[in-house]
């Protein structure tokens, strides 16, 4: 039997998602939920952060520094590097993918808001808007889809990422990976990796149609470009 | 000579049900060797359309363009292009290369080594009066004027007997434009180039062309005339309305304004000038 | 310190494994880029297709992609191709935009003057829309060259040397100084590669006022 046969039966085989088996399913939601706590921390810390860099529409040279730096930062190397200096656990990677995943949330919410043409702000602060009606009717509205696509590299990076943390003993999808590796268990390695990719590309085009969906009619034209242009981890 | 034979160009209509547009219709002419012929309409008159068909940039629907008896239909694009001079709105330099390299474009094209190209560089810097220390910038650091020369220069170097110009000096300033007018003049009187110019403005054709063909929508032609008899004997009232001529343009007054002086003006009552005292 | 002059030997071929398979990578990335990217500036109904397939290309994560590889190429699981082949399919992904975007930047009247000026075809694209479009294609090498050499680590784990073996060396044997080690390496070396491109680019392209 070749190794393609293998791998099929493997990811058919309801040993594979059942609880009492390899359980798939519950290691599938594990992964999405590390990769989203890590997200929304990073997002707590980067869309503020981005939104006053961007208000204030200095510091570009500070947010090109970062989103540099960030592409050329080794994911093995945070993720090892935490896992050594904090132990085992689920910790250090959580360390690793908000630090992963905080620069493209900055550079998109950066971005987003400094696009903004200084007329519109004018204009809404002319006709008597408050901050707060500033923020929610102007910089959210046309700001949102870039800040959408920011969180959709980041998610897209964290969920890459999030399969290394498996190597410092994380949970997750990659411990099915670094288990055949292991075991010489090819169809359990093939068969993981072709359902990560699988999961993340339907991650990425979910992300992509709420990203249409944030999108003011007006602007439509403007989006899809910045979406995963900085995630592969 | 140039002639054009019952030359008709149409375009697909923006829809696949519209109708096709028609750019030029049926419209013959010829263009003497030696001279400058000036193509003057209002814009969408097909004037730019004709241009480029002398250099086969666009293709007559039907009817055919020769110049000297030779239908160019049956030339190679690529070669008869290196052959014939053209001057756009707003230069067109290749922003990449440097004034010198952009005017050794086409002599390089034909052949030319670095020497000789270096040679005709020098030669055209001379002609459009630019200094020689111009020859190592870019076009981005060059004034509209300066880049025109430069268009200018380009399009001669390679001595071409024909020179096609579509618009070339309507984005100068008015003053350079003069002066990049009379270098014109000077430069054909002096190379005896067949020069074909495309223009909107009325005074600038009264000024270049030794003849002027003044064409309406689709290509259709009003007047072929030389300067001088199309302002005396305009043939038709398009003609005389293009040239500012009609009744009402002629019928000036006079006005005294606040500060004293005496202030011309039409019949619509635009300015035209003050009256000097002699 | 102590662990860098004792290990000299380890720290260079580990560098020298990087740059062998990151450096051909993204030389293959951007030969392949340039094609598909002009072909998506020419036809433009297939520059959305394009792009977007190249987007979710490049959302594929490394790990499972490398051993995904070799069930296609029929190489070795340590095989280094494996690496050079998905990071050229990661830098196609995020060049081929890049190109498009560089030659759409032409404006129509350079084309026109050298169509006037009687360029032909193939002489037209490399001395005119080539070097034209080259301070945008640039910018993209740049992000790519850095994303490539980031992401060669990741074949480590595989057992594909690079700097990536002093993170999982480190972190088996516990030392530190070596993961650190192959931290800054890797950041130095994208680093000293972005340089590179950065003075090339001002050598090859002097109308360009500055290559930011």
């Known amino acids: 039997m070749n190794v393609i046969q293998e791998t099929i039966n493997w990811l058919v085989s309801p040993q594979t998602w059942s609880a ?133 590299s980041a998610f897209i990076q964290v969920m890459s990422t999030a399969i290394l943390a498996a190597y410092v003993g994380a949970g997750g999808l990659g411990r099915f990976i670094f288990l055949g590796i292991n075991t010489q268990h090819t169809a359990m390695l093939l068969g993981a990796s072709v359902w990560i990719m699988v999961l993340v590309i339907v991650v990425d085009v979910l992300f992509g149609t709420i990203q249409r969906f944030a999108t003011p009619a007006g602007v439509r034209r403007l989006n899809a470009t910045t979406s995963a242009q900085s995630s592969a981890g | 000579m140039i002639s054009f034979e019952s030359v008709t160009k149409t375009y697909p209509g923006p829809r696949r049900s519209a109708a096709d547009v028609v750019a030029v219709h049926d419209t013959s002419f010829n263009v003497d060797t030696g001279t400058i012929t000036v193509l003057a309409g209002s814009s969408g008159c097909g004037k730019t359309t004709l241009l480029r068909m002398v250099n086969r940039m666009v293709a007559p629907t039907s009817g055919r363009v020769q110049i000297n008896g030779d239908d160019i239909a049956h030339m190679n694009p690529v070669q008869l292009r290196r052959k014939i001079g053209y001057v756009m709105q707003h230069a067109g330099l290749l922003p990449h290369k440097t004034v010198a390299e952009n005017i050794a474009v086409v002599p390089r094209l034909n052949g030319a080594t670095r020497a000789e190209a270096k040679r005709s560089v020098d030669r055209m810097l001379e002609m459009v009066e630019l200094s020689a220390d111009m020859a190592d910038r870019y076009p981005a650091e060059l004034s509209g004027g300066q880049a025109q020369r430069v268009g200018v220069a380009r399009a001669l170097a390679d001595e071409p007997r024909i020179l096609l110009m579509d618009e070339p000096f309507g984005a100068v300033d008015p003053l350079v434009r003069t002066g990049l007018q009379q270098q014109l003049i000077d430069i054909q009187h002096e190379l005896g180039t067949t020069m074909l110019f495309v223009t909107h403005d009325m005074s600038e054709a009264l000024r270049l062309g030794h003849e002027i063909i003044l064409l309406a929508k689709q290509g259709r032609i009003m007047q072929q005339d030389s300067p001088t008899r199309l302002v005396e004997q305009p043939a038709n009232a398009f003609v005389e309305n293009f040239l500012g001529l009609n009744a009402a343009e002629k019928a000036l007054r006079t006005r005294t304004t606040a500060d004293g002086r005496t202030m011309v003006v039409d019949a619509h009552g635009r300015p035209a000038g003050f009256l000097e005292q002699a | 310190m102590n662990w860098v002059t004792n290990n000299l030997e380890t720290i260079l071929s580990a560098l020298g494994w990087h740059v062998a398979l990151s450096v051909p990578a993204i030389v293959a990335a951007l030969l392949c880029a340039i094609p598909l990217g002009w072909l998506a500036h020419r036809l433009p109904r297939y ?24 069930v296609i190429t029929g190489a070795g699981m340590r095989d280094g191709i494996n690496v050079v082949i998905a990071l050229t399919l990661y830098g196609i992904a995020l060049l081929v935009r890049s190109v498009a975007d560089g030659f759409n930047s032409i404006s129509s009247e350079t084309r026109l003057a050298a169509t006037a000026l009687g360029y032909s075809g193939g002489r037209r694209f490399l001395t005119v829309e080539l070097p034209l479009a080259a301070p945008i294609i640039l910018t993209g090498l740049r992000v790519v060259t850095a994303s490539t050499i980031a992401l060669c ?60």
Do not use: C, N
């Not at chain 1, 869309?47 to 860099?53: K, V, Y």
């Not at chain 3, 520059?47 to 070799?70: D, R, V």
């Open chain 3, 153 to 212: 680590t990741v074949g480590a784990v595989l057992g594909i040397p690079s700097l990536g073996t002093l993170f999982t060396d480190g972190f088996q044997r516990q030392i530190l100084a070596e993961i650190i080690t192959g931290i800054v390496l890797t950041l130095g070396l994208a680093g000293l590669f972005d340089g590179l491109l950065v003075v090339l680019g001002k050598m090859l392209m002097p109308w360009q006022k500055q290559v930011a």
């Open chain 1, 20 to 152: 009492d088996g390899h359980d798939m399913i519950a290691r599938s939601l594990e992964h999405l939920q590390y990769s989203a706590i890590a997200v929304a921390f990073a997002a707590v810390l980067a869309i503020p952060a981005g939104w006053f860099m961007g208000h204030t529409r200095r510091f570009s040279g500070v947010i090109v520094g970062i989103t540099g730096a960030a592409r050329a930062l080794p994911t093995l190397g945070l993720v090892t590097l935490f896992g050594l200096l904090l132990g085992i656990g689920l910790v250090p990677p959580m360390i690793a993918l908000v630090i992963l995943a905080i620069p493209s949330i900055l550079a998109s919410t950066y971005s987003g808001i400094s696009a903004i043409d200084t007329s519109v702000l004018d204009a809404a602060r002319a006709q008597g808007f408050t901050t707060r009606q500033l923020i929610a009717r102007v910089h959210l509205p046309l700001g949102l889809a870039m800040i959408v696509g920011g969180l959709r």
């Open chain 3, 47 to 70: 520059s959305g297709p394009i792009i977007t397939g190249s987007g979710l290309l490049f959302a594929i994560p490394s790990l499972p992609l490398l051993i995904l590889l070799p």
